[in-house]
């Protein structure tokens, strides 16, 4: 394994990229993550919808933010808080988040199963803690310091089982030797332990005063006993801060994430030659990166390693269609496929051949699509900041007319 390839995929490292597992482990991962989803959706009421959708963001969007640690960078997961506050419906907002991250350049598709079942069982473990040990205690003691030990304990070990979890997917299930990535990734993300435990811990301290009913909590907090309603401006958003507080965290401190998505492009040339361009989206090559160009029969026509500027050049004798493929290790895969009729009318005559260029130009259609979903990306995120700091503010209101309302009584 190279060191650059291996150093692209520390920072997507909870997201298992395409080309890293075997096929056995990638149709077992969509099994159980469809089986659990299926299950979760079993009496789904419609009142829980909206519920779910806002678990939904606020887990893809944290998803997709990565906070430099060392020579790596790592994102919380908020898989226990969706397990704490959507108990067993929590794979449904788990899955769609994984699919929509995918969708955006943070692990494979072929991953989705396995990325979702990595999180929805420390989820659903989650769930099960805070039922049996949490929520019977907090019915008593919800304004004690209990409510954020026993939160913290809960998201510190959901965090700890999903990695667990990651690291024996990677070391049964893995395409090649992943026993040096998966002690690093172990170690750079138990910072996150911390973190995720904290934050659960707030969370559930405060919805457990503020709005109990989230956790699944009986009685009434403070401000409704004196007399607020849910319709009160401030009392309507007291359910949402607490998780959008983490986000504003994290767009505080955080840097860009970059989906290191391996692209490539062909350019047909003169004298039947053809170049091949393979980069990441930040613009780094992918060093020591192989290519490997086939027939439609699977025959073998030219293989061999890009040059330092991330380029391949071949001929080919005849028009046909072919299939190149660049393999820039740990799962940075990218298959390209050119069509016949962009290659007959270089294989004509001489002449043609020197005039084509020019009037062909490069086929750069990947990279079209990509940079249109880094502009997606990056509204989305843009939006879900704005949105963040909205819910700060109306959640720091509440917060202190709560207090002036405890202070009254």
């Known amino acids: 394994m190279n060191t650059i390839s291996f150093s692209l995929w520390l920072p997507l490292a909870l997201h298992v990229q395409d080309g890293v597992l075997l096929a056995p482990w990638l149709a077992g991962g ?47 997961l ?57 929520r019977p205690r907090l019915e008593k003691y919800r304004r004690s310091k209990l409510a954020w030990f026993l939160g913290f304990g809960i998201g510190s070990l959901s965090v700890l ?9 990677l070391l049964w299930g893995g395409a090649e030797d992943w026993r040096q990535i998966v002690r690093l990734v172990f170690l750079a993300h138990l910072p996150v332990v911390a973190v995720e435990g904290i934050v659960l811990g707030f969370t559930v301290s405060f919805l457990a005063r503020v709005k109990p009913e989230m956790l699944g909590l009986k009685g009434e907090p403070a401000a409704l ?32 994430a970059q989906a290191h998505r391996l692209n490539a492009d062909y350019y047909v040339l003169p004298d039947r030659r053809v170049r091949i361009e393979s980069y990441f989206p930040d613009d780094t090559v992918p060093q020591g990166a192989t290519v490997e160009v086939r027939r439609k029969d699977g025959s073998l026509l030219a293989e061999g390693k ?23 290790g740990a799962g940075h895969r990218k298959t390209i496929l050119i069509p016949r009729e962009h290659l007959e009318q270089y294989a004509a005559t001489a002449q043609e051949e020197a005039t084509a260029p020019a009037e062909q130009g490069p086929f750069r259609g990947v990279e079209a699509h990509d ?10 995120i843009g939006v879900s900041f704005v949105l963040s700091v909205a819910a700060f503010a109306l959640s720091w209101r509440n917060s202190r007319r709560v207090k002036n309302v405890e202070k009254e009584s």
């Open 306 to 328: 890009v040059d330092a500027k991330g380029c391949f050049l071949f001929r080919f004798t005849k028009a046909e269609p072919l299939e190149a493929t660049i393999n820039a």
């Open 30 to 76: 969509f099994a159980v993550a469809g089986t659990l989803a299926f299950f979760a959706t079993y009496r789904i009421r419609e009142e829980e919808i909206p519920r779910v959708a806002l678990l939904t963001a606020a887990f893809f969007v944290v998803g997709s933010i990565h906070l430099p640690l060392g020579p790596a960078s790592v994102h919380l």
């Open 161 to 169: 089982a999903a990695l667990s979890l990651e690291a024996a997917v």
């Open 371 to 380: 940079s249109l979903r880094e502009q997606i990306k990056e509204a989305l």
């Open 225 to 256: 006993a004196a007399g607020w309603t849910v319709s009160h401006p401030a009392a309507g958003a007291a359910g949402t801060p607490p998780m959008l507080l983490a986000l504003v965290a994290l767009f505080a401190g955080a840097n860009a």
């Open 78 to 134: 908020l898989n226990g808080l969706v397990g704490v506050v959507l108990g067993r419906r929590a794979p449904l907002a788990i899955l769609v988040g994984v699919a929509l991250q995918a969708v955006f350049g943070h692990g494979g598709f072929t991953t989705v199963g396995v990325n979702a079942a990595i999180q929805m069982l420390p989820a659903l473990l989650a769930a099960g803690l805070f039922a049996v040990l949490a």
